[in-house]
Protein backbone atom coordinates (compact mmCIF):
# COMPACT_ATOMS: atom_id res chain seq x y z
CA UNK A 1 0.00 0.00 0.00
CA UNK A 2 1.65 3.28 -1.20
CA UNK A 3 0.87 6.29 0.83
CA UNK A 4 -0.35 8.88 -2.46
CA UNK A 5 -2.29 11.32 0.20
CA UNK A 6 -2.16 10.64 4.04
CA UNK A 7 -3.27 12.63 6.71
CA UNK A 8 -2.18 12.01 10.29
CA UNK A 9 -3.75 13.28 13.61
CA UNK A 10 -5.20 16.40 12.31
CA UNK A 11 -6.98 18.68 14.66
CA UNK A 12 -9.14 21.66 13.74
CA UNK A 13 -11.98 23.74 15.83
CA UNK A 14 -13.35 26.38 15.64
CA UNK A 15 -13.78 27.71 19.19
CA UNK A 16 -14.94 25.66 21.26
CA UNK A 17 -16.04 23.28 18.20
CA UNK A 18 -14.04 20.35 17.06
CA UNK A 19 -14.64 19.81 13.76
CA UNK A 20 -11.45 17.50 13.48
CA UNK A 21 -10.27 15.64 16.42
CA UNK A 22 -7.21 13.00 15.76
CA UNK A 23 -8.52 12.26 11.85
CA UNK A 24 -5.98 10.04 10.15
CA UNK A 25 -6.63 8.46 7.02
CA UNK A 26 -4.62 7.36 3.56
CA UNK A 27 -5.93 8.15 0.04
CA UNK A 28 -4.57 5.58 -2.70
CA UNK A 29 -3.22 6.61 -6.09
CA UNK A 30 -5.98 5.76 -8.89
CA UNK A 31 -8.62 5.05 -6.88
CA UNK A 32 -11.98 6.78 -5.93
CA UNK A 33 -11.80 7.43 -2.33
CA UNK A 34 -15.76 8.57 -1.15
CA UNK A 35 -15.79 10.94 1.94
CA UNK A 36 -19.11 10.32 3.76
CA UNK A 37 -20.46 11.28 7.07
CA UNK A 38 -23.36 13.20 8.45
CA UNK A 39 -23.26 16.82 8.11
CA UNK A 40 -20.91 18.60 10.56
CA UNK A 41 -18.75 14.95 10.52
CA UNK A 42 -15.73 17.49 9.05
CA UNK A 43 -15.55 16.17 5.14
CA UNK A 44 -15.06 20.31 3.78
CA UNK A 45 -12.90 20.90 6.93
CA UNK A 46 -10.60 18.46 5.72
CA UNK A 47 -10.49 19.50 1.86
CA UNK A 48 -9.78 23.08 3.48
CA UNK A 49 -7.13 21.35 5.66
CA UNK A 50 -5.60 19.45 2.16
CA UNK A 51 -5.85 22.44 -0.14
CA UNK A 52 -3.90 25.32 2.52
CA UNK A 53 -7.01 27.06 2.76
CA UNK A 54 -7.32 26.28 6.72
CA UNK A 55 -4.34 25.50 8.71
CA UNK A 56 -4.65 22.65 11.16
CA UNK A 57 -4.28 22.86 14.76
CA UNK A 58 -2.12 19.58 15.30
CA UNK A 59 -1.36 17.21 12.79
CA UNK A 60 0.14 16.74 9.06
CA UNK A 61 -0.75 16.11 5.61
CA UNK A 62 1.63 14.72 3.36
CA UNK A 63 0.97 14.13 -0.91
CA UNK A 64 3.63 11.89 -2.26
CA UNK A 65 5.57 11.96 0.82
CA UNK A 66 5.63 15.74 1.04
CA UNK A 67 4.63 17.74 3.90
CA UNK A 68 2.20 19.95 2.23
CA UNK A 69 2.68 22.79 5.87
CA UNK A 70 2.10 25.66 5.39
CA UNK A 71 2.06 25.62 2.02
CA UNK A 72 -0.24 28.41 0.02
CA UNK A 73 -2.90 26.67 -1.99
CA UNK A 74 -1.34 27.86 -4.88
CA UNK A 75 1.83 25.56 -3.83
CA UNK A 76 -0.51 23.02 -3.21
CA UNK A 77 -2.09 23.21 -7.09
CA UNK A 78 1.47 22.81 -8.51
CA UNK A 79 2.18 20.00 -6.29
CA UNK A 80 -1.08 18.76 -7.72
CA UNK A 81 -3.92 18.98 -5.74
CA UNK A 82 -7.03 20.48 -6.98
CA UNK A 83 -10.65 21.04 -5.60
CA UNK A 84 -13.94 21.72 -5.96
CA UNK A 85 -16.24 23.73 -3.78
CA UNK A 86 -19.85 22.12 -3.09
CA UNK A 87 -21.30 25.56 -3.31
CA UNK A 88 -19.30 25.88 -6.66
CA UNK A 89 -17.82 29.11 -7.10
CA UNK A 90 -17.79 29.75 -10.84
CA UNK A 91 -16.87 32.64 -12.20
CA UNK A 92 -20.41 34.27 -13.33
CA UNK A 93 -19.75 36.78 -15.56
CA UNK A 94 -16.89 35.04 -17.60
CA UNK A 95 -17.95 32.38 -20.29
CA UNK A 96 -17.72 28.34 -19.67
CA UNK A 97 -14.32 28.43 -22.11
CA UNK A 98 -12.58 31.27 -19.87
CA UNK A 99 -13.23 29.59 -15.96
CA UNK A 100 -11.24 27.30 -17.74
CA UNK A 101 -8.61 28.93 -19.24
CA UNK A 102 -8.30 31.08 -16.24
CA UNK A 103 -7.32 27.49 -13.93
CA UNK A 104 -4.47 26.72 -16.77
CA UNK A 105 -1.23 26.96 -15.19
CA UNK A 106 1.49 29.83 -15.66
CA UNK A 107 0.16 31.84 -18.54
CA UNK A 108 2.36 33.76 -20.52
CA UNK A 109 0.79 37.35 -20.37
CA UNK A 110 -0.90 36.97 -16.84
CA UNK A 111 1.75 39.53 -15.57
CA UNK A 112 0.80 43.05 -17.13
CA UNK A 113 4.57 44.03 -18.67
CA UNK A 114 4.34 40.71 -21.00
CA UNK A 115 1.15 41.65 -21.94
CA UNK A 116 2.30 45.38 -22.86
CA UNK A 117 5.53 43.90 -24.70
CA UNK A 118 5.15 41.32 -26.11
CA UNK A 119 1.24 41.31 -27.54
CA UNK A 120 1.84 38.44 -30.13
CA UNK A 121 3.62 36.20 -28.39
CA UNK A 122 0.72 36.44 -25.81
CA UNK A 123 -1.92 36.24 -28.52
CA UNK A 124 -0.49 33.10 -29.84
CA UNK A 125 -0.31 31.51 -26.43
CA UNK A 126 -3.86 32.44 -26.00
CA UNK A 127 -4.80 31.10 -28.88
CA UNK A 128 -3.10 27.32 -27.37
CA UNK A 129 -4.42 28.11 -24.13
CA UNK A 130 -8.39 28.46 -25.24
CA UNK A 131 -7.21 24.73 -27.55
CA UNK A 132 -6.44 23.24 -24.43
CA UNK A 133 -9.36 24.63 -22.71
CA UNK A 134 -11.65 23.91 -25.13
CA UNK A 135 -10.30 19.91 -25.13
CA UNK A 136 -11.32 19.58 -21.39
CA UNK A 137 -14.98 21.31 -21.91
CA UNK A 138 -15.20 18.45 -24.91
CA UNK A 139 -13.87 15.93 -22.44
CA UNK A 140 -16.40 16.84 -19.72
CA UNK A 141 -19.06 17.27 -22.34
CA UNK A 142 -19.56 21.15 -22.36
CA UNK A 143 -17.86 22.04 -25.83
CA UNK A 144 -21.78 23.25 -27.17
CA UNK A 145 -21.43 25.42 -24.45
CA UNK A 146 -18.28 26.82 -24.37
CA UNK A 147 -19.03 30.89 -25.44
CA UNK A 148 -21.86 30.23 -22.83
CA UNK A 149 -21.96 32.92 -19.87
CA UNK A 150 -21.89 30.80 -17.03
CA UNK A 151 -24.93 32.32 -15.22
CA UNK A 152 -26.84 30.70 -18.29
CA UNK A 153 -25.46 27.50 -17.87
CA UNK A 154 -28.06 24.71 -15.83
CA UNK A 155 -27.32 23.61 -12.70
CA UNK A 156 -25.88 19.99 -13.81
CA UNK A 157 -23.78 22.25 -16.55
CA UNK A 158 -22.14 23.94 -14.12
CA UNK A 159 -21.61 21.02 -12.08
CA UNK A 160 -19.53 19.89 -14.79
CA UNK A 161 -17.91 22.76 -15.24
CA UNK A 162 -16.16 22.65 -11.56
CA UNK A 163 -14.89 19.59 -12.56
CA UNK A 164 -13.45 20.82 -15.71
CA UNK A 165 -11.95 24.02 -14.22
CA UNK A 166 -10.23 21.05 -11.72
CA UNK A 167 -9.01 19.48 -14.34
CA UNK A 168 -7.18 22.85 -16.01
CA UNK A 169 -4.56 22.97 -13.08
CA UNK A 170 -3.38 19.81 -14.30
CA UNK A 171 -3.91 18.37 -10.85
CA UNK A 172 -3.46 14.54 -10.64
CA UNK A 173 -5.70 14.51 -7.36
CA UNK A 174 -8.91 16.31 -7.47
CA UNK A 175 -10.60 16.71 -4.19
CA UNK A 176 -14.88 17.00 -5.34
CA UNK A 177 -16.98 18.59 -2.79
CA UNK A 178 -20.35 17.02 -3.66
CA UNK A 179 -20.40 16.84 -7.37
CA UNK A 180 -23.80 15.05 -7.21
CA UNK A 181 -25.67 17.06 -5.21
CA UNK A 182 -29.18 18.05 -6.48
CA UNK A 183 -28.88 17.17 -9.67
CA UNK A 184 -31.58 15.39 -12.36
CA UNK A 185 -30.68 11.52 -12.92
CA UNK A 186 -29.40 12.04 -16.07
CA UNK A 187 -26.81 14.73 -15.11
CA UNK A 188 -26.24 12.34 -12.23
CA UNK A 189 -24.96 9.77 -14.69
CA UNK A 190 -23.30 12.31 -16.76
CA UNK A 191 -21.10 13.14 -13.64
CA UNK A 192 -20.93 9.41 -12.75
CA UNK A 193 -19.50 8.48 -15.93
CA UNK A 194 -17.10 11.15 -16.05
CA UNK A 195 -15.68 10.23 -12.73
CA UNK A 196 -14.94 6.70 -14.06
CA UNK A 197 -13.18 8.10 -17.11
CA UNK A 198 -11.07 10.15 -15.00
CA UNK A 199 -10.17 7.10 -12.87
CA UNK A 200 -9.58 5.29 -16.25
CA UNK A 201 -7.12 8.63 -16.95
CA UNK A 202 -4.72 8.10 -14.17
CA UNK A 203 -6.68 10.32 -11.86
CA UNK A 204 -7.09 10.29 -8.22
CA UNK A 205 -10.28 11.44 -6.67
CA UNK A 206 -11.50 12.20 -3.16
CA UNK A 207 -15.18 12.87 -3.53
CA UNK A 208 -17.85 14.16 -0.67
CA UNK A 209 -20.79 11.77 -1.37
CA UNK A 210 -24.16 12.39 0.32
CA UNK A 211 -26.11 9.96 -2.07
CA UNK A 212 -25.44 6.67 -1.56
CA UNK A 213 -26.28 5.16 -4.53
CA UNK A 214 -23.65 7.20 -6.28
CA UNK A 215 -21.51 5.86 -3.43
CA UNK A 216 -22.18 2.40 -4.38
CA UNK A 217 -21.32 3.03 -7.73
CA UNK A 218 -18.22 4.95 -7.93
CA UNK A 219 -16.43 4.47 -4.68
CA UNK A 220 -13.43 1.91 -4.78
CA UNK A 221 -12.70 2.87 -1.17
CA UNK A 222 -15.33 4.52 1.49
CA UNK A 223 -14.33 6.62 3.95
CA UNK A 224 -16.83 7.29 7.30
CA UNK A 225 -15.86 10.54 8.94
CA UNK A 226 -17.78 10.71 12.42
CA UNK A 227 -17.25 14.03 14.61
CA UNK A 228 -14.38 14.93 13.24
CA UNK A 229 -12.65 11.62 13.91
CA UNK A 230 -12.01 8.27 11.08
CA UNK A 231 -14.76 6.30 12.70
CA UNK A 232 -14.42 3.47 9.49
CA UNK A 233 -12.86 2.72 6.26
CA UNK A 234 -14.20 -0.27 4.05
CA UNK A 235 -15.72 -1.00 0.65
CA UNK A 236 -18.69 0.79 0.02
CA UNK A 237 -20.45 -2.59 0.73
CA UNK A 238 -18.75 -2.74 4.10
CA UNK A 239 -19.81 0.19 5.36
CA UNK A 240 -23.49 0.40 3.98
CA UNK A 241 -24.32 -2.70 5.37
CA UNK A 242 -22.64 -1.86 9.12
CA UNK A 243 -25.74 -1.12 10.99
CA UNK A 244 -24.10 1.14 13.70
CA UNK A 245 -22.38 3.34 11.04
CA UNK A 246 -26.50 3.26 9.44
CA UNK A 247 -27.83 4.79 13.09
CA UNK A 248 -25.31 7.26 12.88
CA UNK A 249 -25.64 8.12 9.61
CA UNK A 250 -29.54 8.05 9.12
CA UNK A 251 -30.30 8.13 12.85
CA UNK A 252 -30.53 11.88 13.01
CA UNK A 253 -33.46 11.64 10.21
CA UNK A 254 -35.44 8.94 10.60
CA UNK B 1 -9.51 77.47 -30.92
CA UNK B 2 -7.11 77.74 -27.95
CA UNK B 3 -10.18 76.55 -25.55
CA UNK B 4 -10.49 73.09 -27.60
CA UNK B 5 -6.89 72.56 -27.77
CA UNK B 6 -6.50 72.64 -23.57
CA UNK B 7 -10.01 70.70 -23.17
CA UNK B 8 -8.37 68.28 -25.30
CA UNK B 9 -5.26 68.21 -23.30
CA UNK B 10 -6.91 68.19 -19.64
CA UNK B 11 -9.39 65.55 -20.88
CA UNK B 12 -6.40 63.42 -22.20
CA UNK B 13 -4.73 63.45 -18.86
CA UNK B 14 -7.84 62.82 -16.89
CA UNK B 15 -8.65 59.98 -19.48
CA UNK B 16 -4.98 58.53 -17.64
CA UNK B 17 -6.28 59.21 -14.68
CA UNK B 18 -9.79 57.25 -15.35
CA UNK B 19 -7.59 54.52 -16.60
CA UNK B 20 -5.64 54.15 -13.52
CA UNK B 21 -9.15 54.50 -11.12
CA UNK B 22 -10.89 52.04 -13.60
CA UNK B 23 -7.92 49.39 -13.24
CA UNK B 24 -8.10 49.69 -9.57
CA UNK B 25 -11.62 50.14 -8.68
CA UNK B 26 -13.26 49.22 -11.15
CA UNK B 27 -11.27 46.13 -12.31
CA UNK B 28 -9.18 45.03 -9.39
CA UNK B 29 -12.00 46.05 -7.03
CA UNK B 30 -9.87 47.72 -4.66
CA UNK B 31 -11.86 50.55 -3.71
CA UNK B 32 -9.31 53.72 -3.45
CA UNK B 33 -10.24 57.17 -2.52
CA UNK B 34 -6.84 58.28 -3.04
CA UNK B 35 -5.84 58.13 -6.51
CA UNK B 36 -5.31 62.02 -6.71
CA UNK B 37 -2.99 61.96 -4.17
CA UNK B 38 -1.14 59.78 -6.07
CA UNK B 39 -1.90 61.72 -9.40
CA UNK B 40 -0.51 64.59 -6.98
CA UNK B 41 2.78 62.90 -6.25
CA UNK B 42 3.95 62.10 -10.02
CA UNK B 43 3.09 66.18 -10.54
CA UNK B 44 5.41 67.43 -7.73
CA UNK B 45 8.09 64.80 -8.67
CA UNK B 46 8.10 65.98 -12.64
CA UNK B 47 7.78 70.30 -11.43
CA UNK B 48 10.89 68.99 -8.89
CA UNK B 49 12.81 67.82 -11.19
CA UNK B 50 12.47 69.90 -14.22
CA UNK B 51 12.58 73.28 -12.12
CA UNK B 52 16.02 72.15 -10.32
CA UNK B 53 17.09 71.17 -13.81
CA UNK B 54 17.56 68.13 -12.29
CA UNK B 55 16.75 65.84 -15.91
CA UNK B 56 14.93 66.74 -18.58
CA UNK B 57 11.34 65.58 -19.56
CA UNK B 58 11.23 62.37 -20.21
CA UNK B 59 14.10 60.78 -17.28
CA UNK B 60 11.39 63.24 -15.11
CA UNK B 61 8.35 61.56 -16.39
CA UNK B 62 9.88 57.68 -15.77
CA UNK B 63 11.31 58.73 -12.61
CA UNK B 64 7.27 60.13 -11.32
CA UNK B 65 6.57 56.61 -12.87
CA UNK B 66 8.68 54.51 -10.83
CA UNK B 67 8.06 56.07 -7.65
CA UNK B 68 3.82 56.26 -8.27
CA UNK B 69 4.29 52.68 -8.95
CA UNK B 70 6.06 52.00 -5.60
CA UNK B 71 3.65 54.49 -3.67
CA UNK B 72 0.55 52.91 -4.73
CA UNK B 73 1.64 49.64 -3.87
CA UNK B 74 2.33 50.73 -0.77
CA UNK B 75 -0.54 52.55 -0.15
CA UNK B 76 -2.73 49.83 -1.58
CA UNK B 77 -1.01 47.30 0.30
CA UNK B 78 -3.71 47.59 3.08
CA UNK B 79 -6.34 46.75 0.55
CA UNK B 80 -4.89 43.14 0.07
CA UNK B 81 -5.61 42.72 4.49
CA UNK B 82 -8.66 44.52 5.13
CA UNK B 83 -11.60 43.83 3.05
CA UNK B 84 -14.14 46.40 1.03
CA UNK B 85 -15.38 49.09 3.18
CA UNK B 86 -12.77 49.19 5.67
CA UNK B 87 -9.79 49.87 2.85
CA UNK B 88 -12.32 53.05 1.98
CA UNK B 89 -11.67 54.76 5.40
CA UNK B 90 -7.68 53.46 5.00
CA UNK B 91 -7.31 55.04 1.60
CA UNK B 92 -9.65 58.13 2.87
CA UNK B 93 -6.94 59.15 5.55
CA UNK B 94 -4.31 58.37 2.87
CA UNK B 95 -5.67 60.71 1.43
CA UNK B 96 -6.31 63.39 4.15
CA UNK B 97 -2.62 63.00 4.74
CA UNK B 98 -1.24 63.31 1.23
CA UNK B 99 -3.38 66.90 0.90
CA UNK B 100 -1.64 67.78 4.47
CA UNK B 101 1.69 66.96 2.89
CA UNK B 102 1.54 68.96 -0.18
CA UNK B 103 -0.43 72.01 1.89
CA UNK B 104 2.23 72.11 4.37
CA UNK B 105 5.41 71.14 3.08
CA UNK B 106 6.75 74.64 1.83
CA UNK B 107 9.79 73.66 1.36
CA UNK B 108 8.71 71.06 -1.28
CA UNK B 109 5.31 71.92 -2.32
CA UNK B 110 5.83 75.42 -2.00
CA UNK B 111 2.64 74.74 0.19
CA UNK B 112 -0.91 76.18 -0.34
CA UNK B 113 0.45 78.52 -2.31
CA UNK B 114 1.77 76.03 -4.84
CA UNK B 115 4.28 75.81 -7.50
CA UNK B 116 4.24 78.39 -9.92
CA UNK B 117 6.64 78.41 -13.18
CA UNK B 118 7.03 74.81 -14.10
CA UNK B 119 8.98 74.43 -17.11
CA UNK B 120 7.03 73.20 -20.43
CA UNK B 121 7.75 70.03 -21.21
CA UNK B 122 10.77 68.74 -23.72
CA UNK B 123 11.14 65.75 -26.03
CA UNK B 124 14.86 64.88 -27.51
CA UNK B 125 16.02 68.44 -26.35
CA UNK B 126 13.04 70.04 -28.30
CA UNK B 127 10.81 72.31 -26.00
CA UNK B 128 7.27 71.84 -26.44
CA UNK B 129 5.89 75.23 -25.66
CA UNK B 130 3.02 75.78 -27.94
CA UNK B 131 -0.77 74.87 -26.95
CA UNK B 132 -0.43 72.63 -30.46
CA UNK B 133 2.81 70.89 -29.73
CA UNK B 134 1.29 69.86 -25.66
CA UNK B 135 -2.19 68.67 -27.62
CA UNK B 136 0.05 66.17 -29.28
CA UNK B 137 2.12 65.14 -26.33
CA UNK B 138 -0.98 64.69 -24.18
CA UNK B 139 -3.31 62.65 -26.75
CA UNK B 140 -0.03 61.10 -27.47
CA UNK B 141 0.07 59.67 -24.08
CA UNK B 142 -3.38 58.94 -24.21
CA UNK B 143 -3.52 56.97 -27.05
CA UNK B 144 -0.20 55.30 -25.71
CA UNK B 145 -2.28 54.40 -21.91
CA UNK B 146 -5.48 53.68 -24.09
CA UNK B 147 -3.33 50.41 -26.41
CA UNK B 148 -1.27 49.45 -22.87
CA UNK B 149 -4.87 49.25 -20.88
CA UNK B 150 -6.75 47.39 -23.79
CA UNK B 151 -3.83 44.82 -23.69
CA UNK B 152 -3.84 44.41 -20.43
CA UNK B 153 -7.51 43.68 -20.39
CA UNK B 154 -7.51 41.17 -23.27
CA UNK B 155 -4.31 38.96 -21.83
CA UNK B 156 -4.91 36.74 -19.34
CA UNK B 157 -3.96 39.33 -17.08
CA UNK B 158 -6.97 40.92 -17.81
CA UNK B 159 -9.45 37.96 -17.26
CA UNK B 160 -7.58 37.09 -14.20
CA UNK B 161 -8.25 40.08 -12.82
CA UNK B 162 -12.11 39.54 -13.16
CA UNK B 163 -11.78 36.29 -11.68
CA UNK B 164 -10.90 37.89 -9.01
CA UNK B 165 -13.03 40.53 -8.47
CA UNK B 166 -15.75 37.65 -8.95
CA UNK B 167 -14.15 35.16 -6.06
CA UNK B 168 -10.70 35.42 -4.88
CA UNK B 169 -11.08 32.08 -3.05
CA UNK B 170 -12.03 30.23 -5.88
CA UNK B 171 -8.78 31.89 -8.06
CA UNK B 172 -6.26 30.89 -5.23
CA UNK B 173 -8.20 27.15 -5.82
CA UNK B 174 -7.15 27.16 -9.32
CA UNK B 175 -3.60 27.37 -8.17
CA UNK B 176 -2.95 31.16 -8.99
CA UNK B 177 -1.34 34.23 -6.28
CA UNK B 178 -4.00 36.11 -6.28
CA UNK B 179 -1.88 38.84 -4.17
CA UNK B 180 0.59 39.05 -6.84
CA UNK B 181 -2.53 39.94 -9.59
CA UNK B 182 -3.88 42.66 -6.99
CA UNK B 183 -0.36 44.71 -6.49
CA UNK B 184 0.35 44.11 -10.25
CA UNK B 185 -2.88 46.40 -10.69
CA UNK B 186 -1.72 48.61 -8.64
CA UNK B 187 1.81 48.97 -10.11
CA UNK B 188 -0.05 49.88 -13.05
CA UNK B 189 -2.35 52.12 -11.84
CA UNK B 190 0.63 54.06 -9.93
CA UNK B 191 2.11 54.26 -13.22
CA UNK B 192 -0.81 56.06 -15.11
CA UNK B 193 -1.61 58.18 -12.34
CA UNK B 194 1.99 59.37 -12.06
CA UNK B 195 2.86 59.99 -15.50
CA UNK B 196 -0.70 61.91 -15.64
CA UNK B 197 0.44 64.09 -12.96
CA UNK B 198 3.85 65.04 -14.45
CA UNK B 199 2.00 65.55 -17.72
CA UNK B 200 -0.51 68.03 -16.12
CA UNK B 201 2.52 70.07 -14.39
CA UNK B 202 4.21 70.62 -17.66
CA UNK B 203 0.74 71.78 -19.23
CA UNK B 204 -0.69 74.09 -17.00
CA UNK B 205 2.54 75.52 -15.79
CA UNK B 206 1.71 75.81 -11.98
CA UNK B 207 0.58 73.44 -9.13
CA UNK B 208 -1.75 73.94 -6.07
CA UNK B 209 -2.82 71.21 -3.85
CA UNK B 210 -6.32 71.98 -4.52
CA UNK B 211 -5.95 69.53 -7.83
CA UNK B 212 -4.84 66.98 -5.93
CA UNK B 213 -7.41 66.89 -2.79
CA UNK B 214 -10.51 64.92 -2.00
CA UNK B 215 -12.51 66.47 -4.38
CA UNK B 216 -10.17 65.37 -7.07
CA UNK B 217 -10.27 61.95 -5.82
CA UNK B 218 -13.91 61.99 -5.98
CA UNK B 219 -14.36 63.21 -9.17
CA UNK B 220 -11.87 60.33 -11.12
CA UNK B 221 -14.31 58.06 -9.30
CA UNK B 222 -17.33 59.90 -10.97
CA UNK B 223 -15.42 59.96 -14.12
CA UNK B 224 -15.57 56.05 -13.75
CA UNK B 225 -19.09 55.67 -12.63
CA UNK B 226 -20.25 57.74 -15.34
CA UNK B 227 -18.19 56.97 -18.23
CA UNK B 228 -18.50 53.00 -17.41
CA UNK B 229 -16.26 50.90 -14.88
CA UNK B 230 -14.27 47.98 -16.47
CA UNK B 231 -13.84 49.45 -19.93
CA UNK B 232 -12.03 51.25 -22.26
CA UNK B 233 -14.95 53.36 -23.85
CA UNK B 234 -15.85 54.03 -20.45
CA UNK B 235 -12.74 55.31 -19.25
CA UNK B 236 -12.73 57.76 -22.03
CA UNK B 237 -16.17 58.89 -22.10
CA UNK B 238 -16.09 59.47 -18.46
CA UNK B 239 -13.50 62.43 -18.78
CA UNK B 240 -14.17 63.59 -21.45
CA UNK B 241 -17.94 64.34 -20.90
CA UNK B 242 -17.74 65.78 -16.84
CA UNK B 243 -14.21 67.84 -17.76
CA UNK B 244 -17.15 69.48 -20.55
CA UNK B 245 -19.45 70.36 -17.49
CA UNK B 246 -17.48 73.42 -16.33
CA UNK B 247 -17.67 75.08 -19.78
CA UNK B 248 -21.16 73.99 -20.29
CA UNK B 249 -21.85 75.91 -17.15
CA UNK B 250 -19.95 79.10 -17.93
CA UNK B 251 -22.22 79.50 -20.95
CA UNK B 252 -25.05 80.20 -18.20
CA UNK B 253 -25.37 82.90 -16.76
CA UNK B 254 -24.74 82.54 -13.19
CA UNK B 255 -22.32 84.40 -10.64
CA UNK B 256 -18.48 83.01 -10.36
CA UNK B 257 -18.88 82.72 -6.79
CA UNK B 258 -20.97 79.89 -7.01
CA UNK B 259 -20.50 78.15 -10.18
CA UNK B 260 -17.88 76.12 -8.71
CA UNK B 261 -20.13 75.05 -5.80
CA UNK B 262 -23.38 74.05 -8.67
CA UNK B 263 -20.41 72.60 -10.19
CA UNK B 264 -19.36 70.41 -7.16
CA UNK B 265 -23.26 69.90 -6.59
CA UNK B 266 -23.50 68.19 -10.08
CA UNK B 267 -20.93 65.90 -9.48
CA UNK B 268 -21.99 64.81 -6.68
CA UNK B 269 -25.78 64.36 -8.22
CA UNK B 270 -24.22 62.28 -11.15
CA UNK B 271 -22.68 60.28 -8.96
CA UNK B 272 -25.77 59.07 -6.63
CA UNK B 273 -28.00 59.07 -10.02
CA UNK B 274 -25.75 56.85 -12.03
CA UNK B 275 -24.84 54.98 -9.07
CA UNK B 276 -28.65 54.48 -8.43
CA UNK B 277 -30.05 54.46 -12.13
CA UNK B 278 -27.63 53.40 -14.29
CA UNK B 279 -24.59 51.73 -12.07
CA UNK B 280 -22.87 50.44 -15.31
CA UNK B 281 -22.59 54.45 -16.78
CA UNK B 282 -22.90 55.08 -20.07
CA UNK B 283 -20.44 52.48 -21.39
CA UNK B 284 -19.53 50.18 -18.72
CA UNK B 285 -20.13 47.45 -16.59
CA UNK B 286 -22.03 47.39 -13.15
CA UNK B 287 -19.64 48.33 -10.49
Known amino acids: MSDYLSATGLEVSFGGLRALQDCS ?7 ITCLVGPNGAGKTTIFNVITGFLRPDAGTVSFQGTPLDGMKPQAIVAAGIARTFQNLRLFVDLTALDNVVVALP ?41 GEFVRNLSYG ?11 ATGAELLLLDEPASGLSASALDQIMDLLRRLQTEGKTLLVVEHNTRVVQQIADEVLFLHQGHLMARGTPEQIISDPALAEIYFGGVI | MDFWLSYATLASIYVLLGLSTNLLVGIAGIFSVSQAAVFGVGAYIVSYLLMNEVTSFLPAMLVAAVFCVLLNVLVTLPALRVSGDYFVVTSFGIQLLATAIFTNWTFGTGGANGLPGIPPADLFGKTLDSTTQMVELCVGAMILGCLAFWLIMRAPFGRLLRAIREDELAVAAAGKNVLRAKVSAAAMAGAFAGSAGGLYATFLSFID ?15 VVVGGARTLAGSIIGPFLLLALPQVLSLIDIPTTIAAAARQLIYGVLLIAFMLFRPQGLAGEKL
Request: charged letters at 25%; glycine letters at 6%; proline letters at 4%.
Open chain 2, 209 to 223: PSSFDLDASILLLTM
Open chain 1, 106 to 146: SQTGEEPLAAIFRPLHVARAQTRHREEAMQILQHVGLAARA
Open chain 1, 25 to 31: FTVERGR
Open chain 1, 157 to 167: EQKLLTVARGL
